[in-house]
């Protein structure tokens, strides 16, 4: 993990040094191409970050760029808007009663809130919102944002990006 986290700290380290305004992060190769067909940032602006959000944030108070985007699967995303900064099931698990719950702030009746809750993935309870219109992986995306804005200086503007497996945007918050 040490050594992980050193290398995003570098790649970070090496996109300021170039002069780079904008980085990406990335929890792995699908939200990777999906952000490389959405913007047309050099290569070293990707940084692939894997389930260490976290190691991304702090280091981004010591070393800040104007603009990050942060992406990953709508799983990992919850769990960032959940407040956790290490993505890896292994310290942190999706956490359907909260997308239940937020389902519910958007309009879902008690019977779609106890489905998301027994859901046995985070995209089949995003799934079942989808299927009454509920923007949830939107939602999901700003709590994402807010928490990350939390842990970087004010002069980061930080979005967010949430995919499926296939690499389609499931949700999105803008820079704010």
Partial sequence: CAAYIAS???AIDVARANGLTHIIACTGATSEQTM???????DMALIEMGDFAGAVLKHLRR??????????????????????LDLHSRASSVDL????????ALGADAALQAAMRTANTSQRALALADA???PLGDRICVMARDQSRAIVPPEVAVEVWATDREGRSVGHADFA
């Fill in 36 to 42: 490389r067909a959405h913007y047309s940032l050099p």
């Fill in 97 to 104: 009663a909260l997308l239940a719950l937020e389902a519910a």
């Fill in 8 to 10: 995003i700290q570098q």
């Fill in 63 to 84: 070393a800040p760029v104007p603009r990050l985007t942060l992406a990953g699967g709508f799983g990992k995303i919850s769990k960032l808007a959940a407040g956790h």
């Fill in 132 to 134: 009454v219109g509920l």
